[in-house]
């Protein structure tokens, strides 16, 4: 069985899905991308409030990757004190062709990491990105 990793599942003790989660245990991301066209996670984090913090990209508008952190609150729902209620996207990390993918994410004292690479239009680069964050009213 191939894992999809754009589904978050939210477990009881027992390993039964816990239904107050998302959906019936199950959140799927889907339809969050600017383009609508792919969204791929990558790595997850919860913060001290039981946030999920979640990392990777998107195809934006003009048809590159962007990578794209997610903010969903405890009970599944996209947060919607954290870039509208959508992803934060983020492109040309190294110039060239705008391709930028996040893999990883830490969470300390109040800002995230991403860990990920960006295309310059010949080869991939190493990037790390440090988000301050300031919560925004809806």
């Known amino acids: 069985m191939r894992l ?3 589904r978050l599942r939210g477990f009881d003790l027992d390993g ?3 239904p107050e989660f998302g959906s019936n245990g199950l959140r799927v991301l889907e339809g969050t991308s600017p383009a609508n066209y792919h969204d791929g996670l990558v790595d997850l984090a919860v913060d001290e409030q039981g ?3 979640l990392v990777g ?7 590159d ?4 952190v997610w903010r969903l609150l405890p009970s599944g729902e996209l947060d919607p004190h954290f870039c509208g209620g959508g992803p934060c996207t ?3 990390a190294a110039g060239g062709y705008g391709d930028d993918w996040g893999t990883a994410i830490a969470l300390a004292e109040g800002t995230v990491y991403v860990g990920g690479w960006s295309w310059n239009g010949v080869r991939r680069a190493a990037v790390v990105w440090k988000l301050d964050l300031v919560d925004v009213a809806p």
């Open 4 to 6: 999809d990793r754009r």
């Open 16 to 18: 039964t899905l816990a």
């Open 90 to 92: 983020f492109d040309n």
């Open 65 to 68: 990757l962007d990578m794209a």
């Open 57 to 63: 990209g998107v195809t934006s508008d003009a048809g």
């Open 51 to 53: 946030r999920y913090w």
